[in-house]
């Protein structure tokens, strides 16, 4: 990334509350030159400019940052395409334990390259559809955070965050607009998936063109 892109990145993520050291933004740097070049072949963003995927791919992906309960914890990511939210996330908090679950052959081989290509520790790469990882019992209750990015309606993603993770464990879904009806029906099936309701923000990142809503569910305790 060029100076301009690198400035961009390191003031958009301080105004949601995120710092990025020369390490991070490094970091940053390697991961944009490779999703561009990786984009010439496969598709893992659908837009290709240069400042567009920095707005809209890697400072949204930091906007559940702040909010993480466990900034510290074992984070899996549903439905993770070219990496978004989770590596990310893993830039910036470099004690997470980040999981990217995606069912791509192609997408999970991006991202495979990725974690070697940054030598980031702590990822680990899983190509399987959710529906697989939740039929058996390996990756149950182990998480302390999950996080979708516009993947999955709400519904589905709490009775799979009720699965994933650990008592007390976050469910941060990462949402553009939400119905009224989407919200009316997770109510309904919250209790009997062990979910509460926390909180709902709304975060825009500097030079975004629409309002990034971060709905947070834990799972009961105990």
Do not use: C
Request: without cysteine; proline residues 5%.
């Amino acid at each position: 990334m060029d100076k301009a892109l690198i400035k961009t990145l390191s003031e958009g993520a301080t105004a949601i509350g995120v710092r990025l050291d020369p390490t991070a933004l490094d970091l940053f740097s390697a991961y944009h030159r490779e999703l561009l070049l990786w984009n010439r072949r496969i598709n893992l963003v659908s837009e290709s400019s240069a400042k567009q995927l920095v707005i809209r791919h890697f400072l949204d992906s930091l906007t559940p940052a702040p909010f993480l309960d466990r900034p510290d914890g074992a984070l899996i990511d549903l439905g993770s395409g070219g990496g978004f939210p989770g590596i990310p996330l893993r830039i910036a908090l470099p004690g997470l334990h980040v999981s990217l679950v995606e069912a791509s052959r192609k997408k999970s081989s991006f991202l495979s390259h990725i974690v070697r290509t940054l030598r980031i520790g702590g990822v680990q790469v899983i190509r399987e559809r959710v529906e697989v990882l939740t039929a058996g019992e390996t990756l149950a209750g182990r998480f302390d955070a999950l996080v979708s990015r516009a993947a999955f309606k709400l519904p589905e993603l709490l009775r799979m965050a009720s699965f994933f993770l650990k008592p007390g464990g976050q469910l941060i879904a990462m949402k553009g607009p939400v119905s009224q009806e989407e919200m009316a029906e997770t109510e309904r099936i919250s209790a009997a998936a062990g979910m509460v309701f926390t909180a709902l923000r709304d975060v825009r990142p500097t030079g975004a063109d629409s309002l990034r809503i971060l709905v947070t569910y834990n799972r009961v305790s105990g």
